[in-house]
């Protein structure tokens, strides 16, 4: 027994000497290759000629080989250095809004690999190396762009249910000019209030200008109508003494639509109700709750006059509110839109049309 484990001893070493140790190694009972990191069949010698040829093996050994070429290199020269591809592949994935962890799915990685003929770095790597300078590259982009211009601030918080994060987004204000708007800074909020929206905003003006914050500089802040919005845009004005605060009128047509909704319970009551109907069609439950509200709903007097008349009064708003929604929409034609609306409203008759008429004022007020 003793001169087999002898034998096999002697040969697994003679495979190391052969295909050199920077390959295998062998503790006298296991064979190991250093470069995939496995255990190999030696039973014939044959199997390790094969393992050495497969294309695992090739690419890794290949792998390996530039590792240590780019460590010497840095060795040499003493200076580190990025990798190109990974700075390419991180600013690709970044733009195309591709998760880094999509970079662990290994036919993913098969896939660039094989038709990239490059080492595909792990998430880690791009985010402990690269995105970073990816995006300083982009604030100095957006730094430049801005310069000494005269600006507009939004700042808005998330749609998550406890609002936890704020974002801000500027953008060039100037006569006839359309400008292009940024998101300059995005972070999460312990809680949300008029102190910390000050905060957020006076840090996305650090990063704009850092060292000297052109105050003068900034004159349109612009969110919704939430108190704590409203209180930190007057706060805001005693540092920003240009800046003139105003709310999202986008958010003040919503505000006027839901007083058209509290205007004519039945119609709300029966839109809600088919909505139900709609999503449980499939099932046909015929003594659902809802269908029985809308049958109650439709055998209600008025329901056809109010119907009408909110389709020949208030239609205009969905059109509005789509048209201030258009992306790089200019100052002149949002106050017409909202102009447009203003007119409309102002020949509605009756108890409920005057009723929205008069949210309409206090609204824009």
Known sequence: MGKVKQFTSARLRNYVSEFGSEILSTDGFVLFCKVCELKINFEKKFNV????????????????KDKVQRKSQQLFTNQPTK???NKDLCKAMVA?????????????????????GKSIPFEATLRKGYIDDIYNQVMDKIK????????WVSVDETCDVQGRSASTVVGILKPDYVGHSFLLHSEELEKTNHNTICKVFNKAMTILWPGDIMYNNVLLFLSDAAPYMIKAGSVLKNLYTKMIHTTCSGHALH???EEIRGQFNTVDKLKSNMKKNFRKAPYHENDADSIKKVKLCLLKPGLENNLDYIKSNFQVLTMVIVKLQ???LSLADSLTVIQEVKSKFQSLKGTQGKAVLLKLKKVFE
């Open 49 to 64: 000629s094969q393992h050495i040829r497969t294309e695992k093996h090739v690419k890794s050994a290949k792998r390996q």
């Open 83 to 85: 990798s190109d591809f």
């Open 96 to 116: 195309a809004n591709i998760p880094f962890n999509k970079l662990s799915n290994t036919i993913f990685r098969s896939f660039l690999e094989k038709y990239t």
């Open 144 to 151: 430049i762009e801005i310069g000494n211009n005269q600006i």
């Open 255 to 257: 505000r006027i639509a």
């Open 326 to 328: 258009t992306k790089n």
